[in-house]
């Protein structure tokens, strides 16, 4: 029952035309077929590697975005896991996710050092400005909001994240005017 | 001849905007028709002062700095280039007293080279540690360890020396070197220093590692959260491997190492070294029961060194100057140099490494300045999220891991966190609960359950419900925890919750004692 379930859901999902209904437009089939391409080549690249399974996680991370579980099933295979085993680690790491993050992921810090500085009011500000939580993202699919537990900025603190950009001593001005920035050249 | 600014490419220090400076001085030299050489340094470890930015002149480095973008056109009207006057004008980078109190063993090359070009490395000391460790057989190598007195900085203080002995002494077809680059303590940031600022020390005393242990294959376990650093000891590795430092002959001496970065994914727990292991395995990092010991069944049941970032890169140092050398500063069991981070509410936040011995007070004070916000400071937290909280009265406390062992504190992997008066240290406590049940790896019952009712108790404290009834709870809690858990994650959350609780009782009763006001 539960591999029928599973390569039923795997079936619907690599099936172009069956995915959804946002399916119908070419940009989103392009975007299968390189969803595909990308962990066809992140497990052609990788899978020899001793612990391989990290190593193939980030790289479909690194280029899709997140890991859709529609890719669970190949790299299972390849690694010859089963499907549960790779879910299992997927799901351990705070790191990796399963859905689509939006444009921009703000990792806000969230640890000691800088709660001595004042983070505490900085997160809910951040908050309050983007109207999401941590793990959500906002629905114009702009920002993603996730906490770490230090980014070794501590000596700047308070500090975060955006994207690769790293920022230390962000003040609530500091930080409506990054996001304006950003906001403006999407 | 073209003169020499170097402008920090640490992430810390860009994270202040160094890469708009570095920007900005090179658009305003080619306006200016001025010849100039950009070096991006690591960082001095001044981190108030970022971005530092110095320049060679004839009587040495000359600093400025914070500075920002909008200060270079003004620092050039001021002939900065030749030490020039102005009001980021710091001196000679070397008098600087924060700098200049420090012992520099570790360090002593971050900040001052160009970190990833491998001939600045040999000019300044490099790889003389491996070229004196090819000339010896394994035994010496790890005798030098030995008697250096090297523990481990990434956080439980065991011996080196020893752990490499039980290596060399187990036979395998594979044996594995892995440095946990994991830095998961809040508060820390000296490995992220040396990987970003003189990644070259740690791929030499991984070598050595090699060298001594008879292992051929290395593994840097790196956080996810240091983009950076992997940048940098990639390049670091790929000019070693270049350059015949690494490989399967190093330097022509018929012994190979082999070196690669792995990336973890956002787990406290993995820096645990059997967590580690298990993840680097590709699986869930869940903490494995020992025995055996890694040493003899670690990474894919070979035996392995896990030697934390400071430790492995300590090494080459001890290598060069002999195992007494090193031994010669430090007090009591703890020998060497630490290098302590210094974070949280400071003035002078930053990155001092001196002889074990300095006092919590000398370091918050004499190097610190005292709390950023000019309140009193009322609590530090020392040694990461595990790490006790101490007050004022525990501030003469020699940095030395028996002293703090002796109060209940743990000097783990050297970080200093102050909070002012302003702080709710049961608010800390909560948290402290709260992480661990974010962590857990969900091996053990104890960490797994207790860390989640911890936070609930901690919840019901902080609300002044019953706390007759509620801090014995949470004092029974604790106990489960330390007796009962498999790792130090849940094992060592009692730390900063019951010195909390112990030094701080006031602040776990404000509600109650306000309500019989
Ligand atoms: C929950 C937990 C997290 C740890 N995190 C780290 C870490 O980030 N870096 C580190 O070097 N050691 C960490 N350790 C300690 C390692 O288990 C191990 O003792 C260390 O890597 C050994 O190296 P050393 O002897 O050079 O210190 C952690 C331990 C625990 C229990
Ligand atoms: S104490 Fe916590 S983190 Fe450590 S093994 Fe047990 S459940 Fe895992
Ligand atoms: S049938 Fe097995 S999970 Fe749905
Ligand atoms: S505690 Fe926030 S960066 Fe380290």
Same mark, same amino acid.
């Given at each position: 029952m539960c591999f029928l379930h599973a390569y039923l859901k795997y079936a619907i999902l690599r099936h172009p035309y069956s995915e959804t209904k946002e399916q119908h437009s070419e940009t989103n089939m392009t975007d299968l077929n390189g969803r595909q391409e990308a962990v066809r080549n992140a497990i052609a690249s990788l899978k020899d590697k001793p612990g391989a399974l990290l190593p193939i996680l980030h790289s479909v991370q690194d280029t899709i975005g997140y890991i859709p579980a529609d890719s669970i099933p190949d790299i299972a295979r390849a690694l010859n896991l089963s499907r549960a085993e790779v879910h299992g680690v997927i799901s351990f790491y705070h790191y990796?996710?399963? !859905?689509?993050?939006? $444009?921009? !992921?703000?990792?806000?810090?969230?640890?000691?050092?800088?709660?001595?500085?004042?983070? $505490?009011q900085l997160e809910s500000h951040i908050k309050n400005r983007l109207g999401i939580d941590y793990h959500e993202t906002t629905a114009d699919g702009k920002f993603s909001l996730e906490p770490v537990y230090c980014l070794g900025l501590c000596a700047r603190s308070p500090s975060l994240q955006i994207d690769d950009a790293v920022y230390g001593r962000v003040t609530e001005e500091r930080f409506d005017a990054i996001v304006n920035e950003l906001e403006a050249s999407l | 001849m073209s003169i020499t600014v170097y402008v920090p490419n640490d992430s810390c220090a860009v994270a202040m905007g160094a890469d708009q400076v570095a920007a900005a001085i090179s658009e305003q030299a080619r306006n200016r028709g001025l010849e100039i050489d950009i070096v991006r340094n690591g960082s001095r470890g001044l981190y108030w002062l970022e971005p530092m930015i110095e320049v060679a002149t004839p009587a040495g480095r000359v600093a400025y700095g914070p500075v920002q973008k909008n200060d270079v056109e003004g620092l050039f009207e001021a002939d900065f280039l030749n030490g020039g006057a102005h009001a980021l004008h710091l001196g000679l980078t070397e008098e600087m007293d924060y700098f200049k109190r420090q012992q520099r063993l570790t360090f002593a090359r971050v900040g001052i080279t160009d970190p990833i070009s491998l001939d600045d490395y040999i000019k300044h000391d490099g790889y003389r540690g491996l070229k004196n460790a090819l000339a010896m057989n394994s035994a010496d190598i790890v005798k030098h360890v030995t008697d250096s007195g090297l523990r481990g900085r990434g956080g439980a203080a065991f011996p080196t020396g020893i752990k490499w002995n039980t290596v060399l002494n187990t036979p395998a077809d594979q044996k594995y070197i892995i440095c946990n680059a994991d830095e998961g303590d809040s508060g820390t940031f000296s490995d992220r220093m040396i990987m970003e600022g003189d990644p070259f020390v740690l791929v030499e005393g991984m070598t050595i590692a090699g060298l001594g242990v008879g292992a051929t294959?290395?593994?840097?376990?790196?956080?996810?959260?240091?983009?950076?650093?992997? @940048?940098?000891?990639?390049?670091? =590795?790929? *000019?070693?491997?270049e350059a015949g430092y690494l490989g399967d002959n190093i330097l022509g001496s018929g012994h190979a190492f082999h070196l690669e970065v792995r990336i973890g994914a956002g787990a406290y727990v993995c820096g645990e070294e059997t967590s580690l292991m298990e993840s680097l395995e590709g699986k869930r990092g869940l903490v494995r029961f020992k025995p055996p010991l890694p040493a003899i069944s670690g990474l894919f049941g070979k035996p392995t060194v896990v030697n934390n970032v400071i430790s492995l890169a300590s090494v080459p140092i001890i290598l060069d100057k002999g195992g007494d050398y090193y031994r010669d500063f430090g007090m009591g069991r703890s020998r060497g140099t630490l290098p302590i981070q210094l974070s949280g509410n400071? @003035?002078?936040?930053? +990155?001092?490494?001196? *002889?074990?011995? +300095?006092? +919590?007070?000398?370091?918050?004070?004499?190097?610190?300045?005292?709390? *950023?916000?000019?309140?009193? =400071?009322?609590?530090?937290?020392?040694?990461?999220? +595990?790490g006790s909280y101490m007050p004022e009265s525990q501030f003469d406390t020699p940095l030395d891991y028996e002293a703090f062992s002796a109060i209940w504190a743990v000097l783990g992997h050297g970080g200093i966190v102050a909070f002012d008066d302003t702080v709710n240290i049961a608010e800390m406590a909560r948290y402290s609960m709260e992480f661990c049940a974010i962590e857990s790896c969900g091996k053990c019952?104890?960490?797994?359950?207790?860390?989640?009712?911890?936070t609930e108790v901690m919840d019901a404290i902080i609300k002044g419900d019953n706390l007759n009834k509620n801090i014995p709870l949470l004092r029974d809690l604790c106990d489960t925890l330390l007796n009962g858990s498999l790792c130090a994650l849940g094992g060592m959350t009692p730390y900063p919750v019951l010195s909390a609780l112990n030094h701080f009782p006031e602040d776990f009763g404000a509600q109650d004692k306000a309500n019989a006001a």
């Open positions: 990796f996710r399963d !859905t689509p993050p939006g $444009k921009h !992921t703000l990792h806000v810090c969230r640890a000691e050092s800088c709660q001595a500085m004042g983070s $505490k | 294959q290395g593994y840097i376990y790196l956080r996810v959260e240091y983009p950076h650093a992997e @940048k940098m000891l990639n390049a670091a =590795i790929a *000019a070693a491997y400071i @003035k002078r936040p930053g +990155l001092v490494e001196s *002889a074990f011995g +300095l006092t +919590l007070r000398e370091l918050l004070y004499d190097f610190g300045g005292g709390s *950023a916000s000019g309140r009193p =400071i009322r609590a530090v937290q020392v040694g990461g999220p +595990l019952t104890p960490c797994r359950i207790g860390s989640t009712r911890g």
